[in-house]
């Protein structure tokens, strides 16, 4: 009987704090930012300052693996002769790199 007197007059255990349930989500979040999003986003940018600097003359590569150069470029069209005399239109951002 008096071990459960004892026991009433002790504070009940606390678990742990609503903070501590949140934390993992808020960690997990952090690490898809810092390893998925933020360096997806570099490489967006450099791509698009890649693709505002094409001029005409350039040798480039599509991303599907076609070679030609440029031989007109407008707002969001370039234009490839890929042999001679043949002309192809594609768009700029499916361009993927310069030769």
Same mark, same amino acid.
């Given at each position: 009987?008096?071990?459960? +007197?004892?026991?009433?007059?002790?504070?009940?255990?606390?678990?742990?704090?609503?903070?501590?349930?949140?934390?993992?989500?808020?960690? /997990? /979040? +952090?690490?898809?930012?810092?390893?998925?999003?933020?360096?997806?986003?570099?490489?967006?940018?450099?791509?698009?300052?890649?693709?505002?600097?094409?001029?005409?003359?350039?040798?480039?590569?599509?991303?599907?693996?076609?070679?030609?150069?440029?031989?007109?470029?407008?707002?969001? +069209?370039?234009?490839?002769? /890929?042999?001679?005399?043949?002309?192809?239109?594609?768009?700029?951002?499916? /361009?993927?790199?310069?030769?």
């Amino acid at each position: 009987m008096l071990s459960m +007197v004892y026991a009433a007059g002790e504070a009940a255990p606390q678990g742990p704090g609503p903070l501590a349930g949140i934390l993992p989500f808020i960690l /997990i /979040i +952090v690490i898809f930012y810092l390893f998925l999003i933020l360096p997806q986003q570099k490489q967006r940018k450099k791509h698009k300052e890649f693709v505002d600097s094409l001029k005409r003359g350039d040798k480039v590569i599509t991303s599907s693996g076609i070679y030609g150069t440029i031989t007109r470029i407008e707002e969001k +069209v370039a234009y490839l002769e /890929i042999a001679d005399g043949v002309n192809i239109r594609i768009l700029k951002n499916n /361009i993927a790199t310069r030769v």
